[in-house]
């Protein structure tokens, strides 16, 4: 069991890659939605769904193009089980258990979360296990101690919004482009510090829990303030409650990465998911670690967002301690609790 096919289609970018459990990442590709949706202002899962239908077998093609080799030459096929859109799910579902059953190859079905927080051992340097991991992303902000592959315990998580929401969903309240939350940290540098001062949500609640749904109220009463004042949000207003806003999400992510470290006495922090790319969080978690002789690990940034190569790793990772199923009968799961995972090893 050396190569492995890895697919992902839990909502909005169709991802394909090849690892190798001796060479490493051969070959990954990528297709974003986000032109699809962007006319909407959100994903429609039943676009979602076609789209992946249209993109995986080609980008399939592309990634054993780019590799050198051919569908013969894979050994197993991993493709993300759940949680996500439970259409876009089946696609990639089906299109994998399909395709090994073609090539009497292995499959598994991969947690779409374990892909993420395994996503930085792809990097040089990569982090050792234990680790606490900072999951960051539009659906999830979770804190997971990662003890080994398949053994993770939740130490905290978001108990409405995840920091991915609160971003977009603040964006869209400035009048911001889908997806907004890579323009509104755009849009924050040009903003003045302490113009706006924006709540910090459950910052000293005495847990590692999360609360973001708040601060996107105190965001929408802000912009209504101005409207009502007959105040204008011009360009530098709103960069001003752009940077407000990225500024408490990220002390909040912060201080409580930090409070989980200290609990579980542990030195090396993983941060993964979309918001993982924010180079505001990145400053402050280096800054803070450097104080305090801690460590912290990202994916690459093309790997931050969903994509093929986690699904492929992770899977490598899963086939070196067990067998995929060959019996190639499916079910996705669009709600799965990560911890779930810790029996199936």
Not at 241 to 259: F, G, H, M, N, Y
Request: proline share 4%; hydrophobic share 45%; net charge negative.
């Amino acid at each position: 069991m050396k190569l492995i096919l890895g697919i992902e289609s839990s909502c909005d970018e169709t991802g394909v890659a090849l690892y190798h459990i001796e060479r490493g990442l051969l070959a990954h590709a990528l297709h974003t939605q986000i032109a699809l949706h962007s006319e909407y202002g959100g994903v429609v899962p039943e676009l979602a769904s076609r789209d992946h239908i249209r993109r995986a077998l080609p980008l399939i093609r592309e990634v054993a193009q780019q590799a050198n080799c051919n569908l013969q030459d894979i050994d197993a096929i991993a493709y993300t089980q759940g949680p996500g859109l439970s259409g876009a799910l089946l696609v990639g579902a089906s299109i994998g258990c399909a395709l090994a059953y073609a090539l009497d190859i292995p499959a598994i079905g991969i947690h779409h979360l374990e892909g993420h927080l395994l996503s930085p051992l792809l990097s040089t340097p990569a982090p050792k296990f234990p680790f606490v991991a900072l999951l960051v992303s539009g659906g999830h902000t979770q804190l997971m101690r990662v003890d080994c592959v398949g053994q993770y315990t939740l130490l905290g998580e978001t108990l409405d919004d995840a920091a991915g929401e609160a971003f977009d969903k603040s964006a869209k309240l400035l009048g911001l482009d889908y997806p907004g939350g890579a323009i509104l940290s755009a849009l924050a540098k040009g903003g003045i510090p302490g113009r706006f001062k924006l709540p910090r949500p459950m910052l000293h609640s005495g847990d590692l829990d999360f609360s973001f749904s708040g601060l996107k109220t105190a965001v929408l009463t802000l912009v209504r303030q101005h409207e009502l004042n007959g105040q204008r949000i011009d360009e530098q207003t709103r960069a001003d409650i752009a940077l407000a806003t990225q500024e408490a999400i990220v002390d909040v992510l912060v201080t409580k990465a930090l409070a989980a470290l200290k609990l579980t006495n542990l030195k090396q922090l993983v941060v993964a998911g979309g918001v993982g790319a924010n180079q505001q969080l990145r400053a402050q978690l280096n800054e803070a670690a450097g104080k305090r002789g801690l460590r912290v690990f990202y994916p690459d940034l093309e790997f931050c967002t969903d994509n093929g190569a986690m699904i492929a790793f992770a899977g490598a990772l899963r086939m070196q301690q067990q067998e995929g199923k060959q019996d190639y009968h499916f079910n996705v799961k669009p709600r799965w609790d990560l911890q779930e995972m810790n029996t199936a090893i």
